[in-house]
């Protein structure tokens, strides 16, 4: 599939793209190369291959659940204009 011209132009109007006259040439270009790559993408024949989550099938190292730090609500919360059961309270801003 080869975008033309003047989709090329539609699209750039569709996108808020500013492109002069000598920019729509190269521009094309490369849409279309890029439309070229999904189409051999598409034609490959992947039946009978699983998805993978990463392509080396690495594991991520996790460290220990554990509590570094101290609580200090009560001394963040003692600066903040309002505040009620634990929690910031903050203007409507929504009607």
């Known amino acids: 599939m080869a975008l033309e ?27 279309n190369s890029i439309l070229g790559l999904v189409d051999r993408m598409q034609a490959v ?16 190292r996790l460290r220990a659940d554990a509590v570094t730090e101290t609580d200090q609500r009560d001394a ?6 309002a505040v009620q059961d634990g929690l910031y309270l903050v203007p409507r801003v929504i009607e």
């Open 76 to 81: 963040y919360q003692a600066i903040a204009p």
């Open 5 to 31: 011209r003047s989709e090329v132009e539609k699209i750039a109007h569709l996108a808020r793209l500013g492109l002069d006259e000598s920019e729509l040439p190269r521009t094309t270009e490369t849409l």
């Open 45 to 60: 024949d992947t039946r009978g291959i699983e998805p993978l989550a990463h392509p080396l099938e690495a594991t991520q």
